[in-house]
Antibody
């Protein structure tokens, strides 16, 4: 059974770079059927999509985070990663990785079937 | 960006009741609408995908409907374990966007 697991530091200093990795086990990240995404949730608040990537390297970013964000897929390690630079307290959140079923296209935009598998989440606090 | 607006933001109901949560998209999204259930301290769980398709293992008392801009999640015969926060999410385009959530309390 495929599982996702986030890992990374739980505490990051302001202005530094937050780095997280999601390890996929029990299945291949190189499936043509899925995107691999990051979603975050500040304490007591709602869900915010951060970014998604396809195993071939295509990436899609939240416009509000794009200039600070980088995601990548490492098929040899069966994992994907997120880097968010110049963090502030506003980036404090539980970060989830999740699998998103790839559907097709709406014009030039990728359509999907929903995040059907999630990691357990990792809390990242930005504080000095 | 497509804005997703849920209502109500919270509701309280009794075991055995039927409740409906609505979600409106700021532009037409076909049936690219998904519903999630999240319990405290846990990752969200996909309940409904493509507006009305039940995800694997989800009880049949959950149902979804709608297309275009207006959608709804209905829970029949409420059970104590249905106490949670529910989110809608559009997967029609990027950025993917979520509703603000509806907290359901079981009396």
């Amino acid at each position: 059974q495929l599982q996702l697991h986030e890992s990374g530091p739980g505490l990051v200093k302001p202005s530094e770079t937050l780095s997280l990795t999601c390890t996929v086990s029990g299945g291949s990240i190189s499936s043509s059927s899925y995107y691999w995404g990051w979603i975050r949730q500040p304490p007591g608040k709602g869900l915010e999509w951060v970014a998604s990537s396809y195993y071939s390297g295509s990436t899609y970013y939240s416009p509000s985070l794009q200039r600070r964000l980088s995601i990548s897929v490492d098929t040899s390690k069966n994992e994907f990663s997120l880097k968010l630079s110049s963090v502030t307290a506003a980036d404090t959140a539980v970060y989830y990785c999740a699998r998103d079923e790839r559907k097709g296209w709406s014009g030039s935009n990728p359509t999907a079937g929903g995040f059907d598998l999630w990691g357990q989440g990792t809390m990242v606090t930005v504080s000095s | 960006d497509i804005q997703m607006t849920q209502s109500p933001s919270s509701l309280s109901a009794s075991v055995g009741d039927r409740v409906t949560i609505t979600c409106r998209a700021s532009q037409a999204i076909g049936t690219y609408l998904n519903w999630y259930q999240q319990k405290p301290g846990k990752a969200p769980k996909l309940l409904i995908h493509a507006a009305y398709s039940l995800a694997s293992g989800v009880p049949s008392r959950f149902s979804g409907r709608g297309s275009g801009t207006d959608f709804a999640l209905t829970v029949n015969n409420l059970q104590p374990e249905d106490s949670a926060t529910y989110f809608c999410q559009q997967s029609y385009t990027t950025p993917r966007t979520f509703g603000q959530g509806t907290k359901l309390e079981i009396k």
